[in-house]
């Protein structure tokens, strides 16, 4: 069985989770506290354009790009993968251009591309899920057990009113009905004050945004099965238990603190793995790779031998290869949060046998993923296709940007990236005795430096001397370390 563990820190005004099983990061979130644009929030909005062609609309909600809203009728329907739930035909929405409107993000803007919205929000809860106007009920399909989503159909009966849809969650066996109740009536008071506060609002207005990050991940994960939760600083720790404290007695799960005065995620070897995901090349254990591109329009990901030579013959070197790739395929999906068409060059194999085990493997290692997978048969080419339903935040967008020194053509790592590790690296410096460092780096993460208030602030909190040194020549990625017995130049920057 595998053995699956949480991680949550603050640093800097982010929040940050990871999620990892036997010791590997499967899932990943770097989310900046108070931004402006976030799944779940919900703005007023005006809508600027109306393309019946395309059954959609662009919705002016005060971002820097106006949003994408579908007008199709199945839009707002629960992913069928996750839920059961008794459908009904709902109309298509109707818009017209200067129409002031609710909308909710679904998506969150990729490339040039806006976000995605909605204008038939939802309202996720610990146990279940309210989705205002509409007349289903809906059990998760992590729910196996016949007799127990049987009592929560009829506990939906007596819970909502007509109009009203509801979809319980996984975790919702663990509540009594008075719980399920009492977030059901919290939930729909809560639209309640949106629609009233849209009345007045201005265009552009956030009407309401969703938990902080680590109460989010918190709220779908703790139903599962978990072995430890593990908090970076007593900040977290607190929030999290707060939230843990919710549940009944016998499923709450201890946090533990990392307090060794380290950075959790560096010490532990999580950074490390962070950073990997950056790269287009993906080691897989057996010494063979892999090498994910992403385009517009689709991903494509390269399977290759590397050094694996296998034991046996040739056909069962490839076919033991290709079994491990679809499993690492299924992981770095999740991971890297890729939406959309995938693309996969497998190695060629002859066994017709194998071909249609390894299409097979491919689904049961995508069966995990919360996002909506879809596999199609291998080609004649060798070549398959899968599609996955994108939902949430990128964490990539905080760790790379476009690389300026080959014209966009490649990625670099953000100065936001290079930053936190400076601050991982000067905690080490401190548990070590280390009382006074010279950093010298990039001119530009310099000046990003000195804009962050927050960075600023936790590494006077660690009580040495540090001067930061401008260097225009030096790569964004390099910061070079002196400690104690150093000059200080004339533009260095104590903090």
Not at 72 to 96: N, R, S
Not at 109 to 116: D, R, T
Not at 207 to 213: G, I, K, N, P, S
Request: glycine share 8%; with cysteine.
């Amino acid at each position: 069985m595998s053995k699956k563990t949480l991680y949550f820190d603050y640093n800097c005004g982010y929040y940050i989770s990871v999620v990892t099983e036997n010791g590997k990061v499967n899932e990943f979130n770097f989310e900046k506290i108070n931004k402006a644009c976030a799944v779940g929030n919900i703005y007023k909005g005006r809508v600027e354009s109306v393309h019946r062609g395309m059954q959609a609309a662009f919705v002016d909600c005060g971002l820097e790009r106006n949003c994408f809203l579908s007008l199709a009728a199945d839009e707002c329907l629960p992913d069928g993968k996750a839920y059961d739930c008794t459908q009904e035909t709902k109309p298509e929405i109707k818009v017209e251009e200067g129409d002031e409107i609710l909308v909710q993000i679904q998506k969150l803007p990729v490339g040039k591309k806006g976000a995605k919205v909605t204008a038939r929000p939802s309202f996720v809860g610990k146990f279940l899920i309210y989705m205002p106007d509409s007349s289903f009920t809906g059990v998760s399909r992590k729910i196996a057990d016949k007799e127990l989503r049987n009592n929560l159909v009829y506990s939906a009966a007596r819970i909502k009113s007509d109009g009203d849809g509801i979809v319980f969650r996984a975790a919702a066996p663990y509540a009594k009905r008075e719980m399920l109740k009492g977030e059901f009536a919290y939930l729909k008071n809560l639209y309640g004050g949106i629609k009233k506060s849209f009345e007045t609002a201005a265009k552009g207005d956030l009407l309401y945004t969703d938990a902080e990050l680590p109460v989010r991940v918190m709220r779908d994960t703790l139903s599962t099965d978990i072995d430890g939760i593990v908090a970076g600083s007593a900040r977290v720790k607190e929030l999290l238990e707060k939230f843990i404290n919710l549940y009944p007695l016998q499923n709450r799960k201890p946090v533990y603190l990392h307090d060794t005065g380290r950075d959790m995620l560096e010490e532990l070897g999580i950074a490390r793995q962070l950073l990997s995901i950056t790269s287009p090349r993906v080691d897989i254990d057996n010494g063979a790779y892999l090498i994910i591109e992403r385009t517009e329009a689709l991903t494509v990901v390269d399977v290759n031998t590397g050094k694996f030579t296998g034991d046996y013959n040739l056909e069962q070197t490839v076919y033991q290869t290709n079994i491990a790739a679809a499993r690492e395929i299924a992981r770095q999906v999740r991971l890297r949060n890729i939406g959309g068409i995938v693309v996969v060059d497998f190695i060629d194999m002859q066994n017709a046998a194998h071909n249609k085990a390894l299409v097979e493997e491919l689904e049961r290692a995508l069966k995990t993923d919360k996002s909506k997978c879809t596999v199609a048969a291998m080609s004649k080419f060798g070549l398959v296709e899968f599609t996955r339903k994108r939902s949430g935040n990128n964490p990539l967008a905080r760790l790379t940007k476009p690389c300026k020194y080959c014209g966009a053509a490649g990625t670099a790592l953000t100065e936001e990236y290079i930053l936190l590790g400076m601050r991982a690296k000067l905690m080490g410096m401190r548990v070590d005795g280390v009382k006074r460092v010279r950093a010298d780096m990039n001119a530009d993460v310099f000046s990003q430096m000195l804009g962050w208030e927050e960075l600023k602030n936790e590494l006077r909190g660690l009580g040495i001397e540090i001067y930061a040194v401008p260097h225009k020549t030096y790569h964004e990625n390099v910061i070079k370390y002196k400690t104690d017995l150093f000059d200080v130049p004339d533009d260095a920057v104590k903090i």
